[in-house]
């Protein structure tokens, strides 16, 4: 049997980090299946450890860095594209400037790239750098992907305006979540999720780097029990990195005790989401939130700050509010509004949950982001 042309989905880290690389390792998952008639489907990581955050059902696991495409790592690639024969290789958050496309496609490969990056809303240049990348970029069509798939509407605009792609090179897959492994249910023990047992918890589910500012939340907490010293509420990070020990000694700090607890990196965030009564997000740049769109999913109001994604799912104030950047007090006001109002926090869970099954399935994205590879494939 003459053997298929396979696709390979490229990871940027080992196969054993983190809730965000375990939901992207679904969602190809979920494509790898929808193409398995006419293509193999490979997940790439730069290490196997034995010790995988997602085993895929429709994916082969390989240990190969194609994102390293050094003079030294040239040649045991050009084997592994042309003994595989790989049609297509989709990367996750790639700039073209760190890798020689050139050299990859050599062998006709096509490349896609997965935008995951968050950009600054008020960015600008100069109209010589604008113009620039416009002749080296929309005319010239130099050293950029074959498709760029932005993960959410406004991130979409960033790459025309901003990064001057050529517009028939950008389209818009917007990302997804499972509803039915995120979705309402009983309420879990917190002590057997390591947690102070409290009348009602206030969430953040986040990678501990500094733009997703949990410094901002832990002062948000500390307000909160200084207004509120009765509430029994306990805020909870879910998460790890290089900040989080910084965090850790800011709450100790500020002595919240109980009242500011950080449970660690988890391989399942789902069991946080139901323990919510609130999901809280400062994030200063989100490209789409996905655990605000889990959290959603779960039925859990969100209050989160004014960043594009957020802002992008919350419209028209469905499912949550945003507030704006940097007021703290308006963010203990919102959290306080939907802790205190049992009908309210049910009510906008529901109309949360109700918006991420008709537009933010990981169904339609998985769909969405098959037909996008075969439209580039041919």
Same mark, same amino acid.
């Given at each position: ?57 429709? !994916? #082969?696991?390989?240990?190969? =860095? *194609? %994102?390293?495409?050094? &003079?030294? +790592?040239?040649?045991?690639? $050009? ?60 005319? !010239? #069509?130099?050293?950029?992907? =074959? *498709? %760029?798939?932005?993960? &959410?509407? +406004?991130?979409?605009?960033? $790459? ?219």
């Amino acid at each position: 049997m003459q053997k298929k042309p396979t696709i390979v989905f490229a990871m940027r880290y080992p196969d054993n980090i983190g809730v965000v690389w375990a939901s992207m390792g679904r969602v190809c998952d979920a494509v790898a299946e929808r193409l398995a008639d006419r293509f193999c489907s490979q997940i790439a990581y730069p290490i196997l450890t034995g010790q995988a955050v997602y085993q895929p059902a429709h !994916l #082969q696991a390989v240990s190969r =860095d *194609l %994102y390293d495409t050094s &003079a030294i +790592h040239r040649e045991s690639i $050009l084997q592994f594209l042309d003994a595989e024969q790989v049609r297509a290789i989709v990367y996750f958050g790639c700039d073209p400037s760190t890798i020689d496309l050139s050299f990859i496609r050599l062998g006709g490969v096509r490349t896609i790239n997965y935008e995951m990056d968050s950009y600054p809303v008020a960015i600008t240049q100069p109209v010589w750098k604008w113009a620039l990348k416009a002749i080296n970029r929309r005319f !010239l #069509q130099r050293n950029i992907h =074959d *498709l %760029y798939v932005a993960n &959410a509407n +406004h991130q979409r605009r960033f $790459l025309l305006r901003h990064a001057v792609l050529p517009a028939g090179r950008v389209q818009t897959v917007v990302n997804g979540v499972d509803p039915v492994r995120f979705s309402p249910g009983p309420m879990p023990d917190p002590v057997e999720l390591g947690l102070p047992v409290a009348r009602q918890y206030v969430v953040s589910v986040c990678q501990a780097r500094s733009e997703k500012r949990i410094d901002f939340l832990i002062e948000i907490a500390a307000v909160y029990a200084k207004r509120y010293p009765a509430a029994g509420v306990t805020f909870v990070h879910v998460g790890d990195g290089p900040a989080l020990a910084e965090w850790i000694a800011k709450a100790n700090a500020l002595g919240l005790g109980d009242r500011f607890v950080f449970a660690g990196g988890q391989t399942n965030v789902a069991p946080f989401h139901r323990l919510a009564s609130v999901y809280a997000h400062c994030a200063e740049r989100e490209s789409f939130g996905l655990a605000v769109a889990e959290a959603m999913a779960t039925g859990v109001p969100i209050v989160a700050a004014d960043s594009p994604g957020p802002a992008e799912l919350l419209a028209g104030g469905i499912g949550g509010v945003i507030v704006p950047q940097n007021q703290c007090g308006s963010f203990v006001d919102a959290i306080h509004k939907y802790l205190r109002n049992d009908r309210l926090r049910a009510e906008t869970g529901a109309a949360g949950r109700k918006r991420i099954k008709e537009n933010y399935t990981l169904d339609r994205q998985a769909d969405e982001l098959a037909a996008a590879i075969l439209r580039v494939i041919g």
